[in-house]
């Protein structure tokens, strides 16, 4: 699917004329693909962000999204300053529109996998079949929530089932709460919700709290429920409580779960990028590419992450600060490479501009 090219508005201030895209056949061959300076990977906060300050700087640019943001299951946004309260798509449709409006490129679709061409470039190939060419990838494909293995979760997950208490605590405020132990982070999940409730519960489920731990929690006036949470109970669309294996429930009225933060890696795997764990109290909580920690840079020229594919604990607004650090460093690196061959061709050109010299015939008296 090649949509209409949306030219530039005028609205950038540089002198140079970002390099334009060639048309594709989509046929598959790198010769033929369509060629932009950067393609970004994902198009959520991070890779607009990244995108935004890209055209920008007048690069041209095409964002690939396949359209299913992590935080699409919830109703709104939370802490992302001058946006609080909106919906996950409102924000997302403005970002594709500023992109747009200053002559980048949106295109739905899934990126599968990346080849590093011979001559630098990376050619991306889509799940469609088309294929585009780039001069430097910027990839923002975020993480799936791998939620515990428990009936219901999934249709619930960031309505009442949830795991932020920046993101959704101040909407489930006093409020009956429950957190599930499935890990070692359960405990501290349940101090830190107190924050926002005083009444939080623990459920044991599998992971029993020790005696230290059992403390602590009375100490904060949390209530630890034994055995293992069976499912969940709802009523007229919103969650009451939960069922045990003895029988028995507890209510609540929003759960908190741990999930597995996994990175979406697939374009990067295929470049030899690889995810690796991510671990917290001696338990792997996800998994993350490793990059520079200001710039995205990878191990890889010329490819750049951003967001929660190389952070999984980042929130909303850190992984859109991501991306315009990403994007700086690769305009940057876009800027250092074209300069490099200006001074070649400058040098050759003044070396044809010198007038031979000849040879000088000695004059005898």
């Known amino acids: 699917m090649d949509e209409e090219h949306v030219e530039p508005t005028g609205r950038g201030t540089g002198t140079e004329q970002p390099e334009q895209p060639h048309h594709a056949d989509h046929t598959g061959h790198a010769d033929h693909a369509e060629r932009y300076e950067v393609v970004v990977v994902g198009g959520g906060a991070a890779g607009l962000a990244g995108a935004l300050t890209l055209v920008r700087a007048r690069r ?189 429930s507890a209510a609540c009225r929003a759960l908190v779960v741990a999930p597995v933060f996994a990175a979406r890696s697939g374009v990067l795997t295929s470049l030899g990028l690889f995810a690796d764990p991510v671990a917290r109290d001696g338990r792997v909580i996800g998994t993350s590419v490793g990059s520079d920690p200001v710039t995205g840079a990878t191990a890889l020229a010329g490819v750049w992450v951003a967001g929660n594919v190389a952070a999984p604990l980042e929130k909303l607004a850190g992984a859109a600060a991501q991306g315009v650090r990403a994007a700086v460093a690769i305009n940057t690196d876009l800027i250092e490479a074209r300069t490099r061959r200006a001074l070649v061709e400058f040098r050759r050109a003044a070396q044809d501009r010198q007038p031979r010299r000849r040879g000088v015939v000695g004059r005898t008296n």
């Open 60 to 248: 041209s640019v095409l964002v690939i999204d396949s359209g299913s943001p992590r935080n699409g299951p919830a109703a709104h946004l939370h802490g992302y300053l001058g946006h609080d309260g909106a919906s996950p798509a409102e924000l997302l449709a403005r970002g594709r529109a500023e992109v747009a409006g200053y002559g980048g490129r949106i295109r739905e679709g899934t990126a599968v996998a990346a080849d590093r061409l011979p001559d630098g470039d990376f050619l991306v190939r889509c799940g469609d079949g088309s294929t585009v060419r780039a001069g430097r990838l910027l990839v923002a494909t975020g993480l799936a929530d791998e939620l515990p293995a428990l009936p219901g979760l999934g249709a619930r997950w960031g309505r009442d089932v949830l795991h932020c208490p920046y993101c959704h605590g101040w909407e489930v405020r006093d409020r009956p709460l429950a957190v599930l132990a499935d890990g070692p982070s359960a405990v501290r999940q349940a101090v830190l919700w107190r924050q926002w409730s005083e009444r939080v519960t623990l459920l044991a489920h599998t992971w029993p709290p020790t005696a230290e731990d059992r403390e602590l929690l009375a100490a904060r006036g949390v209530e630890v429920v034994e055995g293992e949470v069976t499912g969940l109970v709802v009523d007229d669309d919103r969650l009451t409580g939960v069922t045990l294996a003895d029988g028995g």
